[in-house]
């Protein structure tokens, strides 16, 4: 499987990820299919292998909030598994996925020191980065917004091709909306603004960035 950088397995020494992969089962999903389900409560954890999903929440209106895209090599439910506490959010397949099922997580790490204290750091990120994205919404306009969220698709995702960077894009305009915390006719607008400045294109599911660096300083 090609990993993610700075996801969970591509944190691991070899011998740690067959450790892993030793541990569980190996499980597929179609494109829509529910992962894993907020408000649940379980100490099983998931490793995904193949393909994206995305992690969301939803608000007391029944608004879904997107709060990441994650691909290869993350890992899902942690939380869960080891606090006792219920999901925080529902995992959700953007494309067929695959990924290892591993059963009393908490049991592992007491296996497996470093890989305890890796995941330690790994939460810290996750708490940071959700503390940036809390910065944007009260900062960056809608456009800024929707401008950081498809720099970090491309830099992630991005395919080099003649004149751009591909990303095949597995969100909805709906879901964009969701991940940068707007309306779907205010993204609409900020692809429109973006598409006009020359520096994306816009198509069924995919986006092409002409220009990343103009890009980058659009969503600062």
């Known amino acids: 499987m090609s990993l993610e950088p700075g996801e969970f397995m591509s944190l691991l020494t070899a011998e740690e990820a067959e450790a892993v992969r030793a541990a569980g089962r ?12 907020e408000g649940d409560t379980s100490d099983w954890v998931l490793v995904l292998t193949e393909g994206r999903v995305k992690v969301s929440s939803h608000t007391e209106a029944g608004t879904e909030v997107v709060l990441a895209v994650r691909g290869p090599g ?15 959010s529902t995992v ?5 996925v695959e990924a290892i099922v591993i059963s009393d997580f908490s049991g592992f790490l007491r296996d497996h020191g470093r890989i305890a204290v890796l995941l330690m750091k790994l939460v810290i ?4 980065d959700s503390d940036r994205k809390r910065i944007e ?8 917004r929707v401008a950081t969220r498809l720099v970090e698709l491309a830099e992630r995702y991005g395919e080099q091709e003649s004149g751009g960077i591909k990303v095949a894009l ?19 607008k900020s ?15 995919r986006v092409i960035v002409y220009d990343l660096e103009g890009l980058r300083k659009r969503a600062r």
Request: hydrophobic residues 35%; positive net charge.
């Open 191 to 205: 692809l429109r603004a973006l598409r006009d400045r020359g520096l994306i294109e816009t198509g069924r599911r």
């Open 92 to 96: 959700t397949a953007l494309e067929p």
């Open 26 to 37: 190996p499980r597929r999903w179609e494109r829509g299919a529910t992962l894993l389900n």
């Open 137 to 144: 919404y009260g900062a960056f306009d809608t456009t800024g």
């Open 74 to 88: 993350a890992l899902l439910g942690d939380m869960s598994a080891l606090d006792g506490g219920p999901r925080s």
């Open 125 to 128: 990120g996750r708490l940071r």
């Open 170 to 188: 597995p969100l909805s305009q709906d879901e964009l909306a969701g991940w940068t915390g707007a309306s779907r006719e205010a993204v609409s």
